[in-house]
T-cell receptor, first 108, second 115 residues
Framework: GEDVEQSLFLSVREGDSSVINCTYT??????LYWYKQEPGAGLQLLTY?????DMKQDQRLTVLLNKKDKHLSLRIADTQTGDSAIYFC????????FGSGTKLNVKP | SAVISQKPSRDICQRGTSLTIQCQVD?????MFWYRQQPGQSLTLIAT?????????ESGFVIDKFPISRPNLTFSTLTVSNMSPEDSSIYLC????????????FGEGSRLTVL
């Protein structure tokens, strides 16, 4: 299988920016995704980026893709307590491969 | 987008018993999937539920342990058979979206605890 790796934890203060990083192994991926999982809930698609793009911005969310280094990041501007959740990156090649998730803790 | 309902949302089960999880989608979908999410770990694909034929299982998962039904394009069930504590996990139903971006939509998950 493919390896999609993320750091397990990130802690930030409310109002700061959060940056969640992800590395993946398959350069054939067509789309890369960021999902959010709140406690007791399923995964919710936050945003995605097509593999021929370098950056995508969507309100407080900025996705950066470095294909050379196979590195994907999600930046959340002005992080709020409601952003506390687990964030999964995923790549889609022939099937979906998910990272282990980064637990974001936002301190008031 | 698709709205996916799973039942039960959580259950506590005894070792050796079996439990069936139901997944209902609000629209007809071709591709339905069952994932397992063990604590602190990534999502692992168990199988693809095919309408009108047997499910396609991933390496490490077998039909005797995880029988799947897919009687129509809006419904599927996953049974976890002869459960052991190692089966304690969240089981997620998902469907493939119809947009070009092809994202997965997920149900709320079914959290099973096996004693």
């Amino acid at each position: 299988g493919e390896d999609v790796e993320q750091s397990l934890f990130l802690s930030v203060r409310e109002g700061d920016s959060s940056v969640i990083n992800c590395t993946y192994t398959d350069s054939s991926s067509t789309y890369l995704y960021w999902y959010k999982q709140e406690p007791g809930a399923g995964l919710q698609l936050l945003t995605y980026i097509f593999s021929n793009m370098d950056m995508k911005q969507d309100q407080r969310l900025t996705v950066l893709l470095n294909k050379k280094d196979k590195h994907l990041s999600l930046r959340i501007a002005d992080t709020q307590t409601g952003d506390s959740a687990i964030y999964f990156c995923a790549e889609r090649w022939n099937k979906f491969y998910f990272g282990s998730g980064t637990k974001l803790n936002v301190k008031p | 987008s698709a709205v996916i309902s799973q039942k039960p949302s959580r259950d506590i089960c005894q070792r050796g018993t079996s439990l069936t999880i139901q997944c209902q989608v609000d629209s007809q979908v071709t591709m339905m999937f069952w994932y397992r999410q063990q604590p602190g770990q990534s999502l692992t694909l168990i199988a693809t539920a095919n309408q009108g034929s047997e499910a396609t299982y991933e390496s490490g998962f077998v039909i005797d342990k995880f029988p799947i039904s897919r009687p129509n394009l809006t419904f599927s069930t996953l049974t976890v058979s002869n459960m052991s504590p190692e089966d304690s996990s969240i089981y997620l139903c998902s469907v493939l979206g119809l947009e070009n971006t092809g994202e997965l939509f997920f149900g709320e998950g079914s959290r099973l605890t096996v004693l």
